[in-house]
C-alpha cells in the first residue's frame, strides 16, 4: 500500500486547509486510514482517524470540534478539513493505513496508536502563522 498525501501550506491562524491522502494497492476494507502530526519537539500524536466501512471516525481532544475526517471509498481517498487553526497545529501532517497485523483493532472504532498503522505516506507540512 503507497499512500499520497497533499494540500499542506501556510495559513493564517484561524484559517483552515484541507488535507487529501491516496492510497494505492491493496487497502484492508476492515480497518482505515488515519491523520497523525509531529513536530521537533514532539514525538508522532494522533489527530483524527475513520474506518473505510462504517465511516466511523475518532478525533484527539486537540482537534475537537474543529477538524473532520471522511472518505471517499471510491477514489480510496480520505481528507482532512481543518477549521480554525491554531499555531500550535504547526506541524507535518502524515496519512497512516491500518494493515493485516493490527486489523482487530478496528472492530469499533480506529486506533489511535502509531504502532497499530503499518502504512505511511510521506507527510505534508502545515504551518499556522499567528
Known amino acids: 500500500v503507497q499512500l499520497q498525501a497533499s494540500g499542506g501550506g501556510l495559513v493564517q491562524a484561524g484559517g483552515s486547509l484541507n488535507l487529501s491522502c491516496t492510497a494505492s494497492g491493496h487497502t484492508l476494507s476492515r480497518t482505515g486510514m488515519g491523520w497523525f502530526r509531529q513536530t521537533p519537539e514532539k514525538e508522532r500524536e494522533f489527530v483524527a482517524a475513520i474506518k473505510w466501512s462504517s465511516g466511523r471516525a475518532r478525533y484527539a481532544d486537540t482537534v475537537t470540534g474543529r477538524f473532520t475526517v471522511s472518505r471517499d471509498n471510491a477514489k480510496n481517498t480520505v481528507y482532512l478539513q481543518m477549521n480554525s487553526l491554531k499555531s500550535e497545529d504547526t506541524a507535518v501532517y502524515y496519512c497512516?493505513?491500518?494493515?493485516?497485523?493490527?486489523?482487530?483493532?478496528?472492530?469499533?472504532?480506529?486506533?489511535?496508536?502509531?504502532?497499530?498503522?503499518?502504512?505511511w505516506g510521506q507527510g505534508t507540512q502545515v504551518t499556522v502563522s499567528s
Open positions: 497512516a493505513a491500518g494493515g493485516p497485523t493490527y486489523g482487530s483493532r478496528w472492530v469499533w472504532i480506529a486506533p489511535s496508536g502509531v504502532v497499530e498503522y503499518e502504512y
